[in-house]
């Protein structure tokens, strides 16, 4: 039974802890993190001292399998709980240090004696992002910061010219990954500082998050994963990973949405959903490189850029400041739309319950009215016709109170349709999108429809993933992680991939190839994004809806697309089509 | 006279002898009063004008459009494409020529140009990708730097500066 949260993890009101609350709740991991697994006890009674590039030199005594001391830097030495795991020649390492809000975490190659070091601390996001625009003190001290720093042990003698290092080597990847304590996840290593992650058990796998993330490679059977979830609660996951085996050792640190502390060194076994394809050049194994200052990572944080409205000020801008059509750099690509509707005239009747007369007047104006109405209503329209006598069109309802716009796809060689109404204002945000899938048919001269037949949801795009050319200067790489949800990557000069978002979706299966789908920007940017995919032709059509600062546009959507793999995720849903 | 003027010009131009002509008609004009220092005066024209052109190159690339105005006779009427990132030189097919009289002169200079330019107009995945220092048209390719410059008070000064299409 699916553990489904009251709210997803882009709703919930996270608290604004303060660095005394963070502190009070961080004396429980005085004893070391709590684990499910057995410790190791490889480091018990031994003494390691870590060198590391440009970073603190840390003199460690290993009292038992959890005491440990600590020196930094030379300074007096602490004394920290800690816990160890073994993953084949690495070991895993993590503790915090009492009395502060920091800590670390060691990935120690015991066949190279290099090592890699996650330092960690909570209440370092003011210093971070003081210089943004949008900076409120105090917001977000829950965020675990880190920094990455790349070492050795220091067995004497010189010191050895190796590293691990950041790498692009995992970009595509994807795995399916238990721990030991049962949290089911299915993490993709879609970008090269970016992550999608699906909380199977938490959270019923209905939606795909993104985070920022790191990459770290160890040696070819061994990479390093992290990523913090930033804009949502904070959290911190961390581990060594071997694909081949599918085996992981981490850790979690971090506060949930009820606050409680989350401090758990963990294993897990996995099993490997595939690889979708790298658009760097060939030879360019290189990882992303993370902007300068302790602790400094690209983070999007859409919220705090988005300009919301009041519900009036919505409905000031509409009266003000309505587009429809016009250029929009998300269809410079756009394939051209159609006439063909002109002079036509249709009945569309959704399943729930509205039936609506259309008159095609010419190739970019329509008449609507609800069926029994006299009045018809007049709006810009645009149709395109991805396949033959396919046609997708939408419009705005002018005068609607709700900003509505109807989004539609209708196959006139079947007589089936789908609706997606969309219209502005969510219980959150008054000026964010929101939609409706309607199923139903098209009734026209020469046409009977199907009494029982309808479009249907499909799994048939789940686990794709297409990049999306709109324009020059402007594209993105769509990834299906889920039946319900949609995530969008950004690449970068080099080819790879970068910074990354998702939103609620669903997916239509129109004809073989020919499958609808929308995107909503909740709490993002608000809007509902539509296309209409066709894999035969790697080209969409759709449109978009949004209301800003700067009015309500309904705009076309257009791109040329690649198809960029796809995982392997059906297992994961199994009640889907 | 005019074979060694012409030769001497030559070897400036780093072979661009047949460009060169019209400054070899203009030398042979003023020669009757005093060649060799008309030809020293011509020499010192060529050189401030070349380094204007300099000057103008260098503080394009640096993005100091206010000081690359202040290179223009009327700087407040000088207008520079934002798009532009970076201008290379080319010297292999310069042209320089300062009219008789000395108060003129005229530049063609072969560059290569960077271009980049916001993708427009703002969508939020444009702002998503700017975002990343993304969301943006790069383009490269060949056009000729094309100056107009005037002598005021004895200084010289660009009248007109034009990165044209080959």
Redesign the interface.
Known sequence: MPNYPARPLHRIDYTALSEAQITRALQATANGPANTSPLSGALSGQSMRIVTDEGPTLAYDFASANRLSLSEDGAGAAEAGYGAMELGHLLFVTHMLPGTQRGFNLIIDRDTNLVTVFEVWFSGFDALNSEQPWFEPGQYNREVQRQVWFGYVDAGGAAPEARHRRTNRVEGQGFYWKQDAGMETLDFYSSTFYTNFVELSRTGGEMGFCAPADYVWIDDETFVYSRTECEFSGTFTLYVYKPAASQQVGVRLGFDETDTLEYRLFRGEGEWLGQIARFEAFHDYDGAEMPEGKGAR?V?R?MN?FQTLTAAEVDRVAAEDTHVFE????AGNQQPSTGALAGKTMTMRWDNGRTVEYRFDGAEQLSWRPAGERGWRTEKYKAWEPSPNVFMFGHLMSGAPDHDAQIMVVDLDEGLATLLHGWVGSEYIANESQVKSVFGVVEMDGLTPPKYRRHRYTDEMLGRAITWE?????T?MHLYSTPYSLS?I????NGSM??Q?SGPSEYVKIRDGLYLAYWL?EA????LGTLLVNLKTMHDCGI?L?CGP?GLSL?PVGAIARHAGRFDLAKYFPNET | MTDQTASTRRAFLKGGAILAAPLTAATAAHAATDPAAERLALLEDEKAVRGLQAALVQRLNAGAHDAAAELFAEPQNAAFDPAVRRVTTEADAEFLEVQPGRTQASARLAVSVATEAPVEPWCPLVDMARQQGEGVVRAAGRRVLETDYVKRDGVWKIARAELRAV
Do not use: K
């Not at chain 1, 709109?470 to 402007?474: F, M």
């Open positions: 690209r999007y859409p850029t250029p929009s750099a998300m709109y324009s020059p200067g402007l993105s969008w950004i690449p970068g000069a970068g910074m978002w920007e993002c940017n608000g809007t978009g949004h700067n705009s």
